[in-house]
């Protein structure tokens, strides 16, 4: 299952994000999980796909207490969703 991630700046000076903050937020993310960076320019966009079956609610709370580091207090989780993916719609049938 691909979970899509999206964080916006909650406070502090509005500064364009950068590949480095997305880098940085995805090394605090749990070792197993698959990561792709899709976007980081305005929001930050991380697909994941979580080595363990999770939901996306519990994927999202270990996001957002992930984003209570320090390192990265600036990111708040704006949305997280399963995508449709070929391998989801055939494991529907």
Same mark, same amino acid.
Do not use: F, Y
């Given at each position: 299952? &691909?979970?899509?991630?999206?964080? +916006?700046?909650?406070?502090?000076?509005?500064? !364009?994000?950068? !590949?480095?903050?997305?880098?940085?937020?995805?090394?605090?993310?749990?070792?197993?999980?698959?990561?792709?960076?899709?976007?980081?320019?305005?929001?930050?966009?991380? +697909?994941?796909?979580?080595?363990? !079956?999770?939901?996306? *609610?519990?994927?999202?709370?270990?996001v957002r207490?992930?984003?209570?580091? !320090?390192? &990265?207090?600036?990111?708040?989780? &704006?949305?997280?969703? +399963?995508?449709?993916?070929?391998? *989801?719609?055939?494991?529907?049938?």
């Open positions: 299952m &691909v979970i899509q991630l999206t964080m +916006r700046q909650a406070h502090g000076l509005p500064l !364009p994000a950068t !590949p480095v903050d997305g880098i940085r937020i995805m090394a605090l993310l749990p070792a197993g999980w698959h990561k792709d960076l899709a976007q980081a320019t305005g929001a930050i966009v991380i +697909r994941v796909r979580p080595d363990e !079956p999770l939901t996306s *609610a519990q994927v999202g709370e270990r207490e992930i984003l209570a580091n !320090p390192e &990265v207090d600036r990111w708040e989780l &704006v949305g997280c969703h +399963r995508l449709v993916t070929r391998e *989801a719609r055939e494991d529907d049938r």
